[in-house]
């Protein structure tokens, strides 16, 4: 053992303070509690964003294909049929779709707002796990012939159920002798998808491909092809096998390119908040030296009996750190279950808390989420705990080595 029972029986009878060391007392229980919140808000704040950053990427990446593979000189993609092929017998290729994606015109009993039109063919549709399982009115198979698919956030903003029409204006009008023409077209609704993430339940529509390509006028091209592969993580791999294929007649662009500023300020924002709040525990374990100054002070007699009757300047240092150490590691401990039982249940907190106050913290418009996600990477506990402990164990040595020093002729002298 490093500490033998008598050094552990004095720690723990100098952190039990009497009435006229109250105040050193309350110095401690603050440096307790202040190590807890800050361990506590870490572990919390960085499950937040890894949670933001995993649905975030999931739902994007569910939408949208890995890679996007475009014509090199702009334009439609012709012959996509043969290029899709020969994507699909490339190593770490899951599924290519060809898509013709523009910008449409809603309009719905006069209401009018924009939206973005996707075509994909009604078994690619169906074969993407985000948007088959993302139907909540109507089904997936009613998706195709003429029939289209509708987000939910934006069903509710039009008052749009399943059966019902809408009618699409195409950017581009029809040229007559008395000017250009909008060219319009009415689709009845076969589904309605919420995928979760509002930017996309809120403006996108598919179409049939065909029905797109007409309505686009993109002949039979399409706008791009979609590529997905077994592991979007590593995506460079993916992308140089993919950029071989199309050598020449296609131009790729990966999920990271596309997405960069947006994923790229989260780990900014990321990295930041976990500077900020580390300062959080900083300053309890500077509250853990005040404390334990004081408390050196306090028992200077004390420890100049001590030294009278043999205590060595080593147990009276270990006597002191483990007072002080003894902070720490409860105030870890406290903050670490409390962290981890919050973003465990954060969304069930969030709902309760709402329902008390009647306001709503966690808005999909601003925050693009439905739900509040939190996402533990137990690295990053371990290594939030770790910092605690060190940094509290880092307080403790300054005051323990005074203590140590203590000359105790001078400390009965001035006593």
């Known amino acids: 053992m490093i500490f033998n029972a008598f050094e552990r029986m004095v720690a723990m009878r100098y952190l039990r303070a009497r009435r006229q060391e109250g105040f050193i007392s309350v110095i401690a229980g603050f440096s307790l509690l202040g190590i807890a919140l800050g361990v506590a808000t870490l572990i919390i704040v960085m499950s937040v964003m890894n949670g933001f950053r995993a649905e ?4 994007v990446l569910g939408l949208n294909g890995h890679l996007n593979v475009y014509n090199v000189r702009g334009g439609p993609l012709p012959d996509f049929d043969i290029l899709t092929n020969r994507l699909r017998e490339t190593p770490g290729v899951t599924n290519v779709t060809p898509t013709v994606e523009g910008q449409a015109l809603v309009s719905v009993r006069g209401i009018a707002s924009g939206a973005v039109v996707r075509g994909v063919r009604p078994e690619d549709f169906r074969a993407r796990p985000t948007l088959a399982r993302g139907v909540v009115r109507g089904s997936a198979e009613e998706f195709g012939e003429d029939r289209v698919a509708v987000g939910a956030r934006m069903a509710q903003r039009l008052g749009l159920s399943v059966g019902d029409s809408i009618t699409l204006i195409a950017p ?8 250009t023409v909008p060219r319009m077209r009415s689709y009845p609704i076969g589904a309605i998808f919420d995928i979760g993430m509002y930017e ?8 049939p491909l065909e ?3 007409a309505f686009f006028r993109t002949g039979d091209a399409v706008t791009s092809l979609e590529v997905f592969v077994q592991d979007p993580v590593q995506i460079r791999a993916a992308r140089d096998a993919v950029q071989s294929v199309v050598a020449g007649s296609g131009r790729v662009v990966d999920w990271q390119q596309s997405n960069s500023s947006f994923f790229t300020a989260l780990q900014v924002e990321r990295n930041v908040m976990f500077l900020i709040l580390s300062l959080i525990i900083m ?17 200077g007699r004390d420890i100049a009996i001590l030294r009278t009757m043999g205590a060595t300047r080593g147990m009276i240092m270990r006597i002191f750190f483990l007072s002080g150490a003894s902070i720490g590691v409860t105030g870890t401990l406290l903050g670490l279950g409390l962290g981890v039982s919050f973003a465990l249940n954060i969304e069930t907190i969030r709902q309760a808390i709402q329902g008390l106050t009647g306001t709503n913290l966690f808005s999909a418009e601003i925050y693009f989420l439905s739900q509040l996600p939190a996402k533990i990477d137990w690295s990053e506990v371990t290594q939030v705990t770790v910092m605690a402990l060190g940094l ?13 020093r203590l000359d105790p002729v001078e400390a009965l002298r001035y006593e």
């Open 56 to 59: 975030l990427l999931g739902r």
């Open 200 to 207: 996309y339940d809120n403006s996108f529509i598919f179409l």
């Open 172 to 179: 581009q009008g029809n040229v007559t002798a008395f000017g």
């Open 392 to 404: 509290s164990f880092a307080a403790t040595i300054y005051p323990s080595w005074r203590a140590a």
């Open 283 to 299: 300053v309890a374990a500077f509250n853990i030296i005040s404390s334990l100054i004081m408390l050196v002070k306090d028992k």
């Open 211 to 213: 029905e797109a390509q």
